[in-house]
């Protein structure tokens, strides 16, 4: 069955810790995305990426890095955490003409 | 880049009337149009995919799409409490862009 995986579900880090999203397809889609999500401001797209090895910049890609060793995972990594980082995280897959899938979301808080 | 408005942002309606939902686009260059939904801060699901001007329906769920006008609007038949819940609606080429959401009440 499609799916599209994350991990944690949940984390709470520290300030200046390092945290790293992990996410997970088997829908073997080319294009995955990471967003977050808050009150007032819907989604936002942090990076996305084409297939294995590339990442791309989103709307609001500054203090986020992303890494697709492979088909199948995409990574978002906070090197250095902040509190304005607090935020759900959801990842997606999908293809041109199909409906993307989404994850069910990480819950990041950074004290 | 596309910018994509969601009116209204709040909609309550009694259980059994018809909800309507709409969304305005800032410029042609999508080629697909989706309506999601997501109950209190889960994942997205797809309601309906629609690639082509008309009208494309999904059970209760009815999409209209209007390129020239840059519109698309979502149509709930005889909506139930468990629709409660925040309704997105996105337009993709290679990346998706979202609107901020209407939040869906549906009163017994």
């Known amino acids: 069955e499609a799916a599209v995986t994350q991990s944690p579900r949940n984390k709470v880090a520290v300030t200046g810790g390092k945290v790293t999203l992990s996410c997970n397809q088997t829908n073997n889609h080319n294009n995955m995305y990471w967003y977050r999500q808050d009150t007032g401001h819907g989604l936002r797209l942090i990076h996305y990426?084409?297939?294995?090895?590339?990442?791309e910049k989103g709307d609001i890609p500054d203090g986020y890095k992303a890494s697709r060793p492979s088909q199948e995972n995409f990574s978002l990594i906070l090197e250095l955490a902040t509190p304005s980082q607090t935020s759900v995280y959801f990842c997606?897959?999908?293809?041109?003409?199909?409906?993307?899938?989404f994850g069910e979301g990480t819950r990041l808080s950074v004290l | 880049q596309q910018k994509v408005q969601q009116s209204p942002e709040s909609l309550t309606v009694s259980e059994g009337a018809m909800a309507s939902l709409n969304c305005t686009f800032s410029?042609?260059?999508?080629?697909?149009f989706r309506w999601y939904r997501q109950h209190s801060a889960k994942g997205l699901e797809v309601l309906v995919s629609i690639f082509s001007d008309g009208e494309k329906e999904e059970g209760r769920f009815t999409a209209h799409l209007n390129r020239a006008n840059l519109h698309v609007s979502l149509h709930i038949r005889e909506p139930q409490p468990s629709d409660s819940a925040v309704y997105l609606c996105g337009s993709s080429n290679n990346r998706i862009f979202f609107g901020d959401g209407t939040q869906l009440v549906v009163k017994p």
């Open positions: 990426s084409y297939g294995a090895g590339s990442t």
């Open positions: 410029d042609g260059t999508s080629n697909n």
């Open positions: 997606a897959s999908g293809d041109i003409n199909q409906a993307p899938l």
